[in-house]
């Protein structure tokens, strides 16, 4: 019979040598007395190395206040909820009970947790270079998005920034939908902003990144058209 994790671990592009270290890496602390709080510990110290380490090689001009505000976005639970969201973390994890019943499979904090729970485990399991090309391989898209000189700032609070400077009223987030596939949820929001006529949606895998991918869409109209 196939291992149901077979499928993550194909998702990571990573095959455990120890498929136990990989089992610990998604149990709650609800679910057992060996948990993953752990791992969890040391992946976030892992997880802050790699992308500073990448981020002072790809912006070798950028101050350190420049790169910690960089880092800070990066490895923020947001960040990392939607990286294992698109890794469809949840349908993977154990769970306590009470954690099942209200919904922890797809709770942003639990899915932050594991993975930098699972960052860990790659490294003990294969070593640095394997864990800092996974880390890379799962954040990349996120990494090259950011540019040389941008404000650093979030979407959401450059668009009010925007709105703000013209004496325009703040922008306006509702919730269109929500819907799990697969174990991974999808939140789409939308935007209304006073200078546009319609208003701009955007998607995420969860809330508050749907509410920047909907604030992005608006901005980059209304400057556009500034």
Known sequence: MTDPLDLLQLRLGHRFADPGLLRRALTHRSARRQH??????????????????A?????????EGELT?????????????????ELRLGEFLELGAGERKTGGHRRASILADA?????????????????????LHLLG?????LQPGETLKDPKTRLQEWLQ?????????????EQEQAGAWQFEVECRAPPL????????????????????????????HD
């Open 165 to 177: 400077s013209r004496a325009l009223e703040r922008p306006q987030y509702h919730l269109v939908s």
């Open 141 to 145: 898209p996120a990494l090259a998005r």
């Open 69 to 85: 505000r960089l880092r800070a976005r990066m490895v923020s639970g947001e960040a990392l909820a939607v990286a294992a969201n």
């Open 36 to 53: 993953n709080e752990r791992l969890e510990f040391l992946g976030d110290a892992l997880l802050g190395f790699v992308i500073a380490e």
């Open 115 to 135: 993975f930098e729970a699972l960052i860990c485990a790659m490294y003990l399991d294969a070593g640095i270079e394997v864990c800092r090309e996974r880390v």
């Open 197 to 224: 006529p319609d208003p701009l949606r955007g998607i995420g895998g969860t809330r508050r990144a749907a509410e920047q991918a909907a604030a992005a869409a608006a901005l980059e109209r209304l400057q556009t």
């Open 55 to 63: 981020l002072t090689q790809r912006f070798p001009q950028a101050t």
